[in-house]
């Protein structure tokens, strides 16, 4: 072991004293003892810094209730309360106002933190019934590429809606519907998908714009549909005139400069002429003989008087009464 010398001498001396094992042995003792202590130090670090974060509270919104899929979240059904910033998810809200009147996009059960991933912040989020307008309903409508404004009409868009009718012969009558309508989605079928159902059906196509008494249609490789939000009245009505005769979208300009317009009713005369009618002329007609057959009279028989019997005639004779009967009786 190494001994210390009891009093000072020469630093080199002793230096050459140590032996190779002796500088060994306390490289070895230092290497522990700087080991520990870096351990303790690192260790003091972490401890204090689990300390602090569990003395740091925040306050978050949480569900007093379970709240179901799609309800509007109200104010009683949320509480905030102070929980630890280490356990905070992302995006949670801090203020009850914050998540108030916006739809549930998930079930959030009691005691559950409320983020903006679990409530629709805004509406248009929840999909394609969040651009549903809240007083309206959602129709669609068959349109074609002429009918349907050629394809220009896009989502967001506002359109009046017309309704055509009637017949070449009788007349072609033309109505404005509804004005300043939504246009929520356009669903148009892919050219190449209906022309392989419509590949046999070629010659009737051609045909089809004099078949269908006077309404106007376009090809059926551009057919498609035209979703829009109505009132429910409003649907209703626009469903019915959809049976009645072809419906038309009318694309507003950005800005318009009339919102809407009075005159809403077109009338053109049917190509039919007509024939007058000529008076009936009233023929002589034939007095109506009644023909009957001969009718035999029976006359009724006569009364059956009593008869007397025929006696001869003796020249005198006498008259013989007995009851109602009477004779007579010869007398010699």
Not at 165 to 175: F, H, V
Request: aromatic share 6%; proline share 7%; net charge negative.
């Amino acid at each position: 072991m190494l001994k210390m010398p009891n009093s000072s001498g020469n630093f080199k001396d002793l230096l050459d004293k140590i032996t190779y094992r002796q500088w060994v042995i306390m490289a070895v003792m230092f290497s522990c003892f700087m080991g520990l202590l870096v351990y303790f130090s690192l260790s003091g670090v972490d401890s204090n810094t689990k300390s602090a974060g569990k003395e740091l509270k925040v306050k978050v919104v949480v569900a007093k209730q379970d709240i179901p899929e799609r309800t509007i979240v109200k104010d009683d059904m949320l509480k905030v309360v102070e929980v630890p910033a280490d356990i905070v998810p992302e995006g949670a809200f801090g203020d009850v106002a914050e998540a108030m009147d916006h739809p549930a996009s998930t079930a959030i059960q009691q005691g559950d933190i409320v983020t903006d991933k679990k409530v629709y912040t805004d509406v248009r989020m929840a999909g394609f019934t969040g651009t549903i307008p809240p007083n309206c309903r959602a129709v669609s409508v068959a349109i074609t590429d002429i009918t349907g404004v050629s394809g220009f009409a896009k989502p967001g868009d506002y359109v009046d809606i017309m309704v055509i009718s009637g017949k070449k012969e009788d007349g072609i009558k033309g109505e404005v519907l509804m004005q300043n309508v939504l246009l929520l989605a356009i669903n148009k079928v892919g050219e190449e998908a209906a022309k392989t159902g419509d590949e046999k059906n070629s010659d009737e196509k051609d045909k089809s714009k004099d078949k269908n008494e006077g309404k106007i249609e376009g090809s059926k490789d551009a057919m498609a549909t035209a979703t829009v939000a109505l009132p429910l009245d409003e649907a209703l009505k626009l469903a019915v005139a959809s049976q009645k005769g072809t419906i038309y979208l009318v694309l507003r300009p950005y800005n318009p400069t009339d919102l809407f317009t009075l005159d809403k009713d077109y009338f053109i005369p049917g190509d039919k002429k007509s024939v007058p009618q000529q008076p009936q002329q009233t023929q002589p007609t034939a007095p109506v003989v009644t023909r009957t057959e001969p009718v035999h009279y029976t006359p009724p028989a006569p009364a059956k008087l009593p008869t007397r019997p025929v006696t001869a005639d003796y020249g005198n004779s006498i008259e013989v009464i007995r009851g109602v009967d009477s004779s007579k009786v010869g007398v010699n």
